[in-house]
């Protein structure tokens, strides 16, 4: 066996074309195997790492090589004798069309066009999609490896400017029935969907289809949206703008587990809606099965399924009781109870303290001083040494209810109150005495209490449950039903403070720019599409150092 190589300077083809130029190389007789791909780092790495390894190359990552492996080398010079004619003809078909050079002139070819289809390799992409902002359009950013910091200022702008940008590394979405990227062919219907999760899109709109309903709009946020740094900027602007369609009657919110604050935001966003919403983030429990308008699923087969049904069911309007304000601190005599109730909260409350975190963040500095929303777990070590365990002793709960009480932020107090034998004889005759206390001193305070126990406890479950009622507690049976409620009364007001997106791009036709693989061009114009193929070359050869030379050039003119 042999192996030659070849590398073109300064040729650029998407990856498509790559692919089928690699297949066409690797059918040839006695060609064993081929590679063709652009001459970056990590694809020089990856030759090496599958057996194609090349001679020390003076490659660039705009370069294109070719790698044949053949039975002798009169076949490998053959094979790579024939790329030209192998690159002529794919491109016999498409040529034909008119394609400009750049997005301006496609802009000005097709002026009706609201989006920009861009999948150029990453490096590239950040600028096509500010071009793009600058000539008014929302993108579709498919491509992948765009930096997090030109992400956050693409999506920055967008929001300033009533644009939307989906992605980067965004691989599908449903527009006015048409499918960008990856898409299932769906029937239109009263669902929308926002999704930092492609593959969760599909399936869920696919679902939904073979439910019997149909997709309103579907969008992409791209993977890293509901990161913390990103702050969930698309997926606020696909909320908001679902929120005010016409067409749409429920809304299904998906994601991979998101950061703890933008997972906060995001649901107070979807409770501003007057619609229900579906809610799944994959992996992140949950704080009830339902909290308002919002439906939580354990899945994405239950999230299609729940949006069907509520399709069908007239919505209920919010309740018109208001939140309660400040923060809340939560009193567990047992750490099974405090994770749990931190385990639900954590997605309605930020920031969210405890000394028996869930991860690094939620670590509370100092145990003995809370901070905004906090959960303690006072049967933990740091709490009980010399002293009781809280089960058997009240002195520190009490001590540390009055703190907390007395602490003006403060706007709900969560405790357990647990029976049985081994615990204090009569825990609600010393603790509904200091409720009591505490609500007489501030009127706007609640407690809450979480009563475990049985008819057949020593404490006399029913006695205990009426001296803490008694006190101006709210009682729940379960931790979960006592997060479904301090839920939704610390759900935190929310008001979209950024342009809308104008809703009469939506539900219409739609025309769109395409930059990058023309597979994606060629799928457009089957699903009936007005769009145009920009025939997109990297800016100055892909040499960047002169490609930073126009962009500044650019800038200052």
């Not at 709009?217 to 791209?222: K, S, Y």
Request: charged letters at 20%; one cysteine or more.
């Amino acid at each position: 066996m042999v192996s030659q190589h070849e590398l073109r300077r300064g040729v650029y083809y998407d990856s498509v074309v790559l692919m089928q130029l690699q297949r066409s190389l690797a059918s040839l007789p006695e060609v064993i195997d081929a590679a063709v791909v652009m001459a970056t780092p990590a694809n020089l790495e990856i030759l090496d790492a599958t057996g194609f390894s090349v001679p020390a190359l003076d490659a660039k990552p705009e370069d294109l090589l070719i790698v044949v492996k053949a039975e002798s080398e009169q076949a490998a010079s053959a094979a790579l004798s024939q790329v030209d004619n192998l690159l002529t003809q794919r491109r016999s078909t498409i040529a034909q069309e008119y394609q400009p050079r750049s997005l301006r002139a496609a802009a000005a070819a097709l002026p009706g066009a609201g989006w920009v289809l861009i999948s150029v390799p990453g490096r590239y992409a950040a600028d096509v999609a500010r071009q793009a902002l600058d000539l008014g359009k929302n993108v579709f950013l498919y491509s992948d490896n765009v930096d997090l910091a030109d992400e956050m200022e693409l999506k920055q702008s967008a929001r300033d400017q009533g644009l939307l940008v989906m992605g980067p590394d965004c691989g599908t979405a449903n527009i006015n029935g048409v499918g960008l990227g990856f898409a299932n062919h769906v029937r239109q219907g009263e669902i929308g969907i926002v999704a930092a999760s492609g593959t969760g899109l599909q399936a869920v709109s696919s679902a939904i289809h073979n439910l019997g309903e149909g997709v309103s709009q579907a969008f992409g946020t791209g993977g890293r949206d509901l990161k913390g740094e990103v702050g969930g900027i698309t997926a606020l602007q696909a909320l908001d703008l679902l929120g005010r369609d016409p067409a749409t009657n429920t809304v299904v919110l998906i994601s991979k587990p998101p950061a703890a604050s933008v997972a906060t935001e995001l649901l107070a966003a979807a409770q501003s809606i007057d619609k229900p919403v579906v809610v799944n983030f994959i992996g992140y429990p949950s704080p009830a099965r339902h909290l308002g308008n919002l439906h939580f699923a354990a899945g994405l087969d239950e999230a299609a399924q729940l949006a069907v049904d509520l399709t069908d069911v007239p919505f209920a309007a919010r309740s018109s009781e208001q939140p309660a304000a400040g923060y809340l601190r939560g009193l567990f005599s047992g750490g099974t109870l405090a994770v749990e109730a931190l385990l639900g909260l954590q997605t309605t409350l930020a920031p969210l303290y405890s000394n028996v975190p869930l991860n690094p963040e939620q670590r509370l500095p100092n145990s003995w001083q809370s901070q905004a929303h906090t959960i303690l777990d006072l049967g933990e070590d740091e709490f009980t040494q010399g002293r009781l365990h809280p089960m058997m002793d009240n002195e520190l709960r009490l001590r540390r209810l009055r703190q907390e009480s007395a602490d003006p932020e403060v706007g709900l107090i969560l405790m357990d109150v647990v029976l049985g034998e081994g615990s204090h004889p009569d825990l609600a005759s010393e603790l509904a005495p200091a409720i009591a206390e505490a609500r007489d001193q501030r009127a706007d305070l609640e407690v809450v209490a979480i009563v475990v126990g049985t008819d057949e406890d020593p404490q006399d479950v029913d006695a205990q449950i009426a001296q803490l009622n008694e006190a101006g507690a709210t009682l729940f049976r379960s931790t979960g039903e006592a997060v479904a409620y301090v839920s939704q009364r610390l759900r935190q007001p929310y008001r979209y403070a950024y342009p809308p997106i104008p809703l009469d791009q939506f539900g219409a036709s739609l025309s769109v720019i395409n930059v990058g693989l023309e597979s994606f061009y060629e799928s457009l114009k089957a699903q009936d599409v007005d769009t145009i193929h920009v025939d997109w070359r990297p800016p100055a050869g892909g040499d960047e150092k002169l490609m930073s030379i126009l962009a500044k050039m650019r800038k200052e003119s």
